[in-house]
C-alpha cells in the first residue's frame, strides 16, 4: 500500500501583479511543514510538482525544513491550477452584474470564483477559457491513474494547488462538481491531504490538515489564499 500527500502550495502573492510568487508568509509556511515532516520521522520515495512557480518554492520551503538535499524532483503540468484568473474574468464578462465595486473584500471573490466554477463545470461559460471542465478533469484523472500502477509501497510527495487537489478529490471520492466547488474553497495554504492507494484505487485518509500551524504563536499563520 502506497500514501500520496497532496500539499497545497504555501500563500502566494494575492493582489499583487503576479500572483506566482510565495508571499513572505507562503516561505514561512513551507518551511514549517518541512520541519513538521521531520520531525514526524516522514520521508518520501518520489516527490511532484506541478510547474508553476509558487509548486516549486513551497518545495524549496518544505525541503529546507525537512533538510533535503539535491531531492529528486519530476515536474508535472498536469497538477497545474486551472487559470482562474482567466475563469473569473470570462465569468464576469457574461454575468456582469456580479461585478465587485472596488472596495470589494476578499470574501466577494470567493463568491465569485465559486459562481464561476459552477458554471464552468455545468458547461454555461461562452467564452473562450485556455482549459475546458472536461480537459481539466482528464488531466487530473490521466496523473492520478498514471501514479497507481507506477508507485508500490511508497510515500508520494504532490506539491500543487488548490484546484487541481480538489478536482483530484473528486475523482478519489467519486463526487459531483459541485463537491469540487465546495473542497476547492477549503483547502487552506501548505495544508496535507492524505489518501492511500494501491493498483485497485485511492482512499481518502485525511484532508486539509495543517498541523504544523496548529500552535498559539502560529495560527495567524492559516490562510488560504
Not at 487559470?83 to 457574461?94: A, E, G, K, N
Not at 454575468?95 to 470589494?104: I, T
Not at 470567493?110 to 485556455?130: F, H, M, N
Not at 473528486?170 to 494501491?198: D, E, G, W, Y
Request: with cysteine.
Amino acid at each position: 500500500m502506497s500514501e500520496l500527500f497532496l500539499v497545497r502550495h504555501a500563500k502566494a502573492s494575492f493582489g499583487s501583479d503576479n500572483y506566482d510568487q510565495l508571499s513572505e508568509i507562503g516561505y514561512r509556511q513551507s518551511r514549517w511543514l518541512g520541519e513538521h515532516f521531520r520531525e514526524c520521522g516522514i520521508r518520501f520515495d518520489r516527490i511532484i510538482t506541478g510547474d508553476m512557480a509558487r509548486h516549486k518554492q513551497t518545495l524549496e520551503g518544505i525541503a529546507e525544513g525537512m533538510q533535503l538535499e539535491n531531492a529528486s524532483v519530476q515536474t508535472r503540468a498536469e497538477w497545474n491550477e486551472f487559470d482562474f484568473q482567466r475563469l473569473v474574468q470570462t465569468y464576469l464578462q457574461q454575468f456582469p452584474e456580479f461585478r465587485p465595486g472596488p472596495d470589494a473584500a476578499t470574501t466577494d471573490f470567493y463568491r465569485i470564483l465559486k459562481g464561476a466554477l459552477l458554471a464552468w463545470s455545468a458547461g454555461q461559460l461562452t467564452g473562450e477559457l485556455p482549459e475546458s471542465w472536461p480537459d481539466f478533469e482528464r488531466r487530473v484523472q490521466s496523473v492520478l491513474s498514471e501514479l497507481k500502477t507506477t508507485a508500490f509501497d511508497e510515500n508520494v510527495l504532490v506539491v500543487s494547488s488548490g484546484g487541481a487537489i480538489a478536482m483530484a478529490l473528486r475523482h478519489i471520492l467519486s463526487a459531483p462538481a459541485a463537491t469540487m466547488v465546495q473542497l476547492n474553497l477549503q483547502i487552506r495554504n501548505a495544508s496535507v491531504t492524505r489518501c492511500f492507494f494501491n493498483r485497485g484505487g485511492y482512499s481518502l485518509h485525511t484532508f486539509n490538515h495543517v498541523t504544523h500551524l496548529e500552535r498559539p504563536e502560529r495560527t495567524p499563520f492559516i490562510t488560504y489564499s
